[in-house]
């Protein structure tokens, strides 16, 4: 079935750099994804979303990219910082049923040096 | 800030228990859901509620029932535990008449069937 799922399974960044974390999707119906932080004993938190009719939102040092054409989403963390390391999913809403479904990427581990 | 709180951090139960799980919320929400989390496959949707004694199957319900008899308490059950059970279980709620928001997640039961 469709489903949304990550390029990589951890990356490994630099303090102070910045962090860019993918994901890809395949359901074109899709109209809605977020961005969630997960740290170590937590619940997901929620980071950043986006509806399909913009290709890009800022938030407060992290911005995602939307690219509807490769179904491609990204997530972009500037000056990456050791708070920052955490396992960030990505969920898409293809509003089955009822709003708010959402289907969840495997997550990628981001691990921030020192 | 909305808080979803899920009664147990850790259970350990033995194969063929009834197992409880239960989750509060205090916004008001209408919508609730659980989801089973693990490594790598990410979140998936076990079942969901958009109202008192409303439920719907999510996308793998089997082995699990749910119980929404007040607005704020969603309770999750295993009628019959099994080892393929054991995972973090999350539950989260999300505002009423919302199609596109974020759900506001608990921190987790991880619950281990021996």
């Known amino acids: 079935g469709e489903s949304v799922g990550l390029h990589l399974p951890t990356l490994s960044v630099q303090e102070g750099d910045n962090s860019i974390i993918n994901c890809a999707y395949s359901n074109s119906a899709s109209d809605y994804f977020i961005w969630y932080k997960q740290e170590s004993g937590k619940g997901p938190q929620f980071i950043i979303d986006?509806?399909?009719?913009?290709d890009k939102r800022q938030g407060q040092r992290v911005t995602v990219l939307l690219n509807k054409t490769v179904k491609h989403l990204s997530l972009q963390i500037a000056a990456t910082q050791p708070g920052d390391s955490a396992v960030y999913f990505c969920a898409e809403n293809i509003g089955r049923n009822a709003g708010n479904m959402l289907t969840f990427g495997g997550g990628t581990r981001l691990m921030v040096k020192p | 800030d909305v808080k979803v709180t899920q009664s147990s951090r850790y259970l350990v139960k033995r194969t063929g228990e009834k197992v409880f799980l239960e989750c509060v919320q205090d916004?008001?929400?209408?919508?609730m859901f659980w989801y089973r989390q693990d490594p790598g496959l990410g979140l998936r949707l076990i079942y969901f509620s958009y109202d008192v004694k409303m439920k719907e199957k999510g996308d793998i319900p089997e082995g699990y029932s749910v119980s929404r008899e007040k607005k704020e308490r969603f309770s999750l059950i295993l009628e019959s535990a099994s080892t393929n059970q054991t995972s973090m279980y999350l539950c989260a709620s999300s505002p009423p008449d919302s199609y596109n928001s974020p759900l506001h997640f608990g921190n987790g039961t991880r619950l281990t069937v021996t």
């Open positions: 986006i509806r399909s009719n913009m």
């Open positions: 916004m008001d929400h209408e919508n």
